[in-house]
């Protein structure tokens, strides 16, 4: 399957689905031309892309949460706190001319990820999780263009820099990738602010000609406007295998089970997302549910309520209870065994 807003799945037995919708904009300019490919990636199932409504409006921090569609999640203080303490404002903006932050403070956060007019969702929801898990791992794939690790600068201003990703097939070569601030996305994430997720998606579209990579390696020099592998892009960011869990297939009517594994999140450092499966309700909505059909959510973490909070690439963090994620989720995605992302231990080979 795939995670829908592009998540592709090798899977013989499922047909086509319709084109996408024609208020669909692909992404414009891309950095990397992509070299065209002899490998087919089989039977692709490809659905309409989930893109968020024209007046929706991202959530900015933590703290303020878009309630116009969704009730506000309970809060993490603990992770919060995590936040807080080492961020600036998110809301803050480029006040003098000069090179763009690729970061503000010590670091990424899941709030520089924001999809507008781009079918990535599976993208930008591996991008979420990975930096929900650790934004200290995810500060570490991008250097300067000396060499010298960014990880630990503040504020990093910079028209260049380049970005350390894997191949995800074995044996997860990595590679490092020039990526510049001049083709940072014009509508993606939060244009003319920080760029790090910018530059990821840059590095990604130049990691699909060393390696095949679906919605990436098949899109023609951009995203494929119908999807993309989210197991492939968690792979490519860590540098560890990822693997997918089928739904119902895997989980049956267990709700318990999948809120255990939910609940690994927070606690053990570990990146998770989800995407939903096809709706037929109007809207692209799935009917007496707070998911979208075709999207990508990250999982933040759980409450006592056996609720997940999750994070809408879109901008918007909301809760859902299992019921509502076990009926309308294709596939949960995730690390093998979960693996904790912890770049000291895993450079010293402790993990």
Not at 32 to 40: D, G, L, T
Not at 71 to 85: D, G
Not at 139 to 154: E, M, N
Request: net charge neutral; proline share 9%.
């Amino acid at each position: 399957m795939r995670l829908s807003c592009m998540f592709l799945v090798l899977v013989a037995d499922l047909t086509y689905a319709a084109f996408p919708p024609s208020n669909l904009i692909p992404e414009e300019n891309p950095a990397i031309q992509q070299a065209k490919r002899s490998i087919s990636p089989g039977s692709l199932h490809r659905r309409h892309p989930a893109l968020p409504p024209a007046d929706l409006v991202p959530d900015e921090n933590p703290a303020t949460k878009n309630t116009r569609r969704y009730p506000p999640p309970r809060s993490n203080p603990e992770y919060e706190a995590h936040l807080n303490k080492r961020q600036f404002g998110p809301d803050q903006v480029l006040q003098t001319p000069g090179p763009v932050p690729l970061w503000f403070d010590l670091g990424p956060t899941y709030y520089d990820v924001v999809q507008s007019k781009v079918a990535d969702c599976w993208l930008a929801a591996a991008s979420i999780a990975v930096v929900l898990a650790s934004h200290d791992w995810m500060s570490h794939l991008f250097y300067g263009p000396d060499g010298k690790t960014l990880a630990g600068t503040a504020d990093p201003s910079l028209a260049e820099t380049q970005v350390m990703l894997w191949d995800p097939s074995p044996p997860r070569k990595n590679y490092l990738f020039k990526t510049s601030a001049f083709n940072q996305s014009k509508t993606e994430d939060r244009p003319g602010q920080r760029w790090w997720n910018s530059a990821l998606v840059q590095g990604m579209f130049q990691l699909g000609t060393k390696t095949f990579i679906q919605g990436i390696s098949d899109g023609n020099g951009t995203l494929h406007p119908l999807g993309g592998d989210a197991q492939a892009a968690l792979s490519a960011m860590t540098g560890y295998s990822a693997t997918s869990k089928y739904g119902t297939k895997w989980y049956g009517s267990n709700r318990n089970m999948l809120f255990d594994d939910l609940s690994k999140a927070w606690p053990l450092h570990t990146p998770i997302l989800f995407a939903t499966g096809p709706n037929t309700t109007e809207g692209n909505g799935f009917a007496n549910s707070v998911l979208h059909g075709n999207h990508a959510y990250a999982v933040m973490w759980t409450t006592p309520a056996q609720t997940a909070i999750l994070h809408n690439p879109w901008g918007l963090s909301l809760e859902a209870n299992m019921t509502d994620i076990l009926n309308n989720m294709e596939r949960l995605v995730h690390l093998e065994s979960f693996r904790t992302l912890n770049w000291t231990m895993a450079t010293a080979g402790q993990v």
